[in-house]
């Protein structure tokens, strides 16, 4: 009889040895991404994920690595696993000194600074104080900054004499190198540009950090260094205060380095027990797609994303009762923060609109050129608001990578439509029963009427402009979200075709009786009724092929619409 206790989920853990050793988690084996760095050729790499992709759990497996502080521990760490069966020749040889930039307060300038000459010095404290045993004359500098008698600096500048007084390489460890920089980009921080310049520049605090660091590695103390942070914001602003480290980050190589490929997603569900044949939610819609690299070989979800799922499931709760992990969700206003420039507004409605956008991603950029359309693009691409689908001549192809991503998108869309048009007042609790009455009694009617009345007539001039069928579908899906009782999917794919609106009934209310496809057509104001007519004909014929495909014809209580919207306030319901 197997008695053995169940593998758990490590949803939030980001500690390699409590995983591995304590508590039973689970670990998705990424250790043998360590020998390939390791033979890479730059010693200082730089590596750029989305928040919450597992880049502080990655971090933490390379502490536990190489530091020699856990040497008698490798096999209880590692065995098992790749690297512990292919171990390199540096396993557990350094001094690992690992900060983390996360915690730094970013309420003011004094706070700041205080903040960060705090975070340094005790990390310093707490790398001689692990390190005792190897480092001899640690407990004296130890009882220093304990007394408050060394600065920030000066205690850096001691632990790297120590190191080398003792003949040990340091390895040196950065976790949110550009915290700070995303703070003052999409948070109220009261400092602005002017002190990000200020600290970023010559004689500032964090460049004095980071050109301490490289004095320390070109000396040969440090001998290694491994940064990881959401954008490359700092990197082009520090430049040759730290302009030795390579980034890695779009490097096909390492694109599978973090997230969850395909196959590791159904070994978590086969050692924790789940059956993929049970879960009425589509994990691949809502949460993979992402892809850093165009050759890469595998998409890959984001793993908060995905083990924040597979907990709901564990827990009993099939579907969740929200799909969307409340610790990632990013909320309209922050999105709205990101926008530097009236250029930068447009291309995330182009964005919006078409699902995808052509450009290059740039390997650094400053936060000073954030309205250039690059430079903004970039700043999506990074913060995994858009990802690589493909290439298109020379350039890269990039699209929103799933479902939980563009309901941001959406929701953003619908803010700034009420923001610059005063005369919308919408009145949630009538939209959400209208969507109540679309799913209950298959009556289309009051949803169309009321967002039609409340909200498309009283579109300001400036939203008129862009107003088309693209437009039409985005406003629609924005309003949808305001209730639950529907998955609202865009271009769903029916082969032959995309409809442009497929409503699914949320697994969370099986008791909701009607599903939905529509389709959406657009005529100006003057059209002539002859152009209507032929829009009619086009949008019943593609109705027929969505119906008949194997995504929709067998799918119960299913009600089929052609919408067509005359000008911005007219429209015609017509309902096979």
Partial sequence: MNTEAPKRLPYGNADFKSIRAENNYIYVDKTRFIELLEKGGNKNKIFIRPRRFGKSLFLSTLKYYYDIEYADEFEQLFGGLYIGQNPTPRKNSYAVLAFNFSGIDTTDADAFTNSFSDNIRHTVWGFLNNHKNVFPNAD???NQINNNELFAFASLDWAFRVAESAKIKIFVIIDEYDHFANDLI?????????????????NGLVRDFYEKLKIATDSGIVDRTFITGVSPIMLEDLTSGYNIASNISLKKQYNEMLGFTHDEVNQLMN???????????????????????????????????????????????????????PNLSMDPKRLKRLIRSEGSREILIQIIKDGNIISNVLEKFSITRLGDENHFISLLFYMGLLTIKGSSLGELLLEIPNYSIRTTFWEYLREIVQDQSPDIALNIQELKNAIRAMAMEGDLHGFIDYVSQNAFSKLSAFDLQRFDEKYIKVLLLAYLLLSNIYIPMSEYETAPGRADIFLQRNPCFPQVNYEWVWELKY??????????????????????????????????NLKSVLLVFIGKDKYKIIEK
């Avoid at 949460?287 to 793993?303: A, D, I, L, Q």
């Avoid at 209507?532 to 086009?538: N, S, T």
Wanted: a negative charge; glycine letters at 6%; hydrophobic letters at 30%.
């Fill in 186 to 202: 999409t948070m109220d921080s009261v400092f602005g540009e002017d002190f990000y310049k200020k600290v970023i520049t010559a």
């Fill in 523 to 556: 005529c100006k104001t003057d059209a002539k009724e002859t152009e209507i007519d032929q829009k009619c004909r086009k949008g019943l014929e593609q109705l027929d092929q969505y119906l008949i495909s194997s995504r929709l014809k067998d799918r119960p």
């Fill in 140 to 142: 004296q500098i130890i």
């Fill in 271 to 325: 050692t924790v027990g789940i059956d993929a044949k049970q879960i009425c939610v589509d994990m691949e819609y809502y949460y993979n797609g992402y892809r850093f690299n165009e050759k890469g070989e595998n998409k890959v979800y984001n793993s908060s994303m995905i083990l924040y799922f597979l907990e709901q499931i564990l827990e009993g709760s099939n579907p969740p009762d929200n799909l969307i992990d």
